[in-house]
């Protein structure tokens, strides 16, 4: 079942590749977490990411941009195991969503920390605290769309996709 939820997640990543910062890979491997527990969700956002990176028709990235991909995912993964079964039993659909999109908020923006450092570690001459400052804010724009995306996303969909699938989690996680 990791196997098919890594090629979900890779797969969305592809398909909405085109337009920058806009993407599904965060949410469904959330998802992963949530069906095959935090661990297993885990290792499902390492290995997308990597899949995802790797082949990437633009070109694979560099060591410590795809390791800082790897842990973000993984995180994201873990997060779904461990808050995913917390969100599903919010007896207020409206206030599970709020925790929902806070969620994918939070998510993101550590995503794009790790991912923008790993970048910054990748590329830059000189390393300083201020210069990876510098380097963050240069691509806020993106970032920002990225975050908003992602919080709109975990707000409409996580919820009711997390409530559709509660039954099938025993299933998933005893095999």
């Known amino acids: 079942m990791a196997s098919l939820l890594v090629a979900v997640a890779v797969s969305l990543g592809f398909a909405l590749s085109a337009v920058p910062n806009v993407e599904l890979v965060t949410v469904t491997v959330f ?4 069906l095959l527990g935090p661990g297993f969700g885990a290792g499902v956002g390492a290995a997308s990411a990597v899949l995802f990176s790797v082949f990437n028709p633009l070109g694979a990235a560099l060591p ?17 195991g461990m808050a995913g079964p917390v969100i599903v039993r919010f007896p207020s659909r409206f206030l599970a969503s709020i925790v929902a999109g806070g969620m994918g908020l939070v998510l993101t923006v550590l995503y794009d920390v790790l991912t923008n450092a790993g970048a910054y570690v990748t ?3 000189e390393k300083t605290i201020e210069g990876l400052v510098k380097f963050i804010a240069a691509g806020l724009l993106l970032v920002g769309l990225h975050i908003v995306w992602n919080t709109m996303v975990f707000a409409a969909v996580l919820v009711p996709s997390l409530r559709v699938l509660d039954g099938y989690r025993g299933e998933l996680t005893t095999k």
Do not use: M, R
């Not at 998802?31 to 949530?34: E, R």
């Open 123 to 125: 590329i830059a001459g």
């Open 64 to 80: 410590p941009l795809l390791a800082a991909q790897a842990l973000g995912q993984s995180i994201v993964g873990l997060a779904g």
């Open 31 to 34: 998802i992963s977490g949530f």
